[in-house]
């Protein structure tokens, strides 16, 4: 029963979900924990999490491990750029008094990768350093170091070309070190955005928001609570981007969603105000209506890397196939779990291993790997679909619709 105790101890502290991280990545953060500190009692190693923050934080590094990259989605960054080139750069409307910059809060900023990719979008933009400040939060103490660090291997350039990272960072041996004036822009804490002071001292504070997939793992308080907090932080007019598996969680009555396509933006809602039109937030009604914008981003973008396997070894996901093919399903599951230790972002085998759950009634496992492969590559067709017959299946109309409309796009 150890393990149950800490899923819900983990809850009380970070509001992770376990039934929407998914129960054996609990299990498995216990273990890999246990044998780092060499022990077998389930219930010893929960009385250690509850009397130990030192400890509490180590568990909490290992089962909030992120995957991120240099201009995820570039679409939020593209828009970005375009609100801020139009509304701050043309008409001259943003302050430029010390105390009246224009603020950015990446909630959770994992290792930097987004907050940094922010800070460039605004350089980009025509911004100077001194016009605008972009902060991190994240409950995970090692990426907060990481990301103040700011030094990133091969894999956080995924979605990046050569130049991006000539232009903007340093080569070192087989690590690139970001130059350090975009390094010194940004301020990172760690905080936690279920924590009831979060925010306290930031209300009405942010003129950008972005929390991306991480409403996700929160149950429906804790996520209600979260998006009050986030709109409370906003200034009038403030914009907040989410994750794409998040819009149908969104409430209409804080937030007005902004018709941008693939950008999950939403605009705050205040009091009396006035719905999204081309002279509050001008905006093109698709990404391929950006001309110039579009040019702007397109040396620095190229397609997603997928985990290279050596030709002469093995596949270890075609013998996972061939073992769920002959019904030896736990088999099939337990090598894709273990390639996956290996390969954290090979998209299919995330796919893989939530075909294999949904074949084995574990409909729950599934929707979680659909999501981990959606996360990682937002228009995979095969996850799309399962995922939208999974939450059919399971009543939620909401969630299916928003699949269903992503998948005729």
Known sequence: MSHIEIAVFLKQKIGMDANTVSPSAIASAIRQRMR????????????????????????????????????????????????????????????????????????????????????????????????????????????????????????????????????????????????????DSVRFSRDNIIDPQFGIHRLSFYNVIFCRNLLIYFDRSDRDRALQRLHQMLANDGILFVGHSEMGQIPQSLFEAIPYSKAYAYRKLALCSQPITASTIPIPTSPLEQGEMKRDFSASFKPIATTSVDRNLPNPLDEARKLADRGLLQEAISIGKSYLERHRTDV??????????????????????????????????????????????????????????????
């Open 36 to 183: 780092a500190l060499d022990l077998t009692d389930e219930r010893v190693y929960y009385h250690l999490l509850q009397r130990s923050g030192g400890e509490l934080q180590e568990f909490i590094d290992v089962v909030t491990v992120p995957e991120t990259w240099f201009l995820r989605d570039c679409e939020p960054f593209t828009f970005l750029k375009h609100y801020i080139t139009h509304n701050y750069i043309t008409h001259k409307r943003l302050p430029q008094q010390h105390h009246s910059i224009f603020r950015v809060l990446s909630v959770p900023c994992a290792s930097g990768e987004e907050p940094y990719s922010i800070t460039i979008t605004l350089m980009e933009s025509g911004l100077s350093l001194n016009a605008f400040q972009v902060e991190g939060i994240d409950v995970s103490q090692k990426m907060i170091e990481k990301a103040t660090r700011g030094v990133y291997t091969t894999n956080s350039f995924r979605m990046t070309s050569p130049e991006f990272q000539a232009r903007y960072f340093t080569a070192k041996d087989r690590e690139y070190e970001l130059h350090k004036e975009i390094r």
């Open 348 to 409: 299919e085998a995330y796919v893989l291993l939530a075909q294999i759950y949904q074949a084995q009634g574990s409909e729950t496992e599934a929707m979680h790997f659909f999501q981990r492969a959606l996360y990682l590559n937002p228009k995979h067709d095969d996850a799309l679909f399962h995922l939208y017959l999974l939450k059919e299946k399971m009543g939620d109309r909401a969630g299916a619709e928003i699949l269903r409309q992503r998948l005729q796009q």
